[in-house]
């Protein structure tokens, strides 16, 4: 079956310039996660959903990341004025499963921004 | 201090060698432990939950040691197809919750 999709896969945008990240998690997936990768780094946590709520949003470096899932399904990242210091690989996780820790998050392709 | 320490390698090593990676976590309370690969440009992908009893999959042995919080990853018999980045991963950590939280990863490069 179809996983998970992420729109664009690749961006380059002009330092200020506003970005918006698509995920498409895999269907009746209850959680959906993001995450940014860095360079020779490992991905670290950004937001968490529960359908359509955001039960954990901890990991956003600052007000100018914002990310939503109106519906429970398709999640949008949005980064606001961006900074060369955001360019990184965005990836996106879902799951079936919401209350335990232990279920299989299956990520996607991942958005590589970079930003000049 | 990281949440989850690795040793970035890279560690090169001859076709049907045996290699482990090693991996520490800070936080007592993280409740379950994964090995995720992630291949070049490519998205992580599960490779093998890590259980207290310890567990095999094939060619591949994970072990958790929750008194050290220590978790370990064997590779028999490696191939040129195990080069990769493997990242030890934890979950319910600090904050608790679902979010993983990753390691920097440990490169493999398996030569003939």
């Known amino acids: 079956g179809a996983g998970v999709s992420q729109s664009p896969r690749y961006k380059v945008a002009k330092r200020g310039q506003d970005v918006a990240l698509r995920c498409d998690p895999i269907?009746?997936?209850?959680?959906l996660f993001w995450y940014q990768q860095a360079l020779g780094q490992g991905p670290e946590f950004l937001t968490y959903f529960q359908n359509e709520a955001q039960l954990d949003k901890s990991g956003l470096p600052s007000d100018r990341f914002f990310a939503e899932r109106p519906e429970g399904s398709v999640s949008t990242l949005k980064i606001q004025r961006t900074q060369q210091e955001d360019s990184a690989v965005y990836l996106c996780a879902s799951s079936y499963f919401s209350a335990s820790t232990n279920n299989e998050q299956f990520f996607g392709p991942g958005t590589r921004l970079t930003v000049l | 201090r990281k949440e989850v320490e690795q040793d970035p390698g890279p560690f090169n090593v001859p076709e049907g060698a045996t290699v482990a990676f090693n991996c520490t976590y800070s936080n007592s309370a993280s409740q379950s432990f994964f090995w995720y690969r992630q291949d070049c440009r490519k998205e992580p992908k599960l490779l093998m939950s890590?259980?207290?009893s310890g567990n095999e999959d094939g060619r591949f042995t994970a072990q958790l040691n929750r008194a050290s919080q220590y978790i370990s990853l064997l590779i028999r018999d490696s191939k040129l197809s195990d080069s990769a980045t493997y990242l030890c991963?934890?979950?319910?950590?600090?904050?608790?919750?679902?979010?993983?939280?990753f390691g920097t990863g440990t490169q493999l490069k398996v030569e003939l």
């Open positions: 991963v934890v979950n319910g950590g600090a904050g608790g919750g679902n979010k993983l939280t």
């Open positions: 269907s009746g997936h209850v959680s």
């Open positions: 890590v259980y207290s």
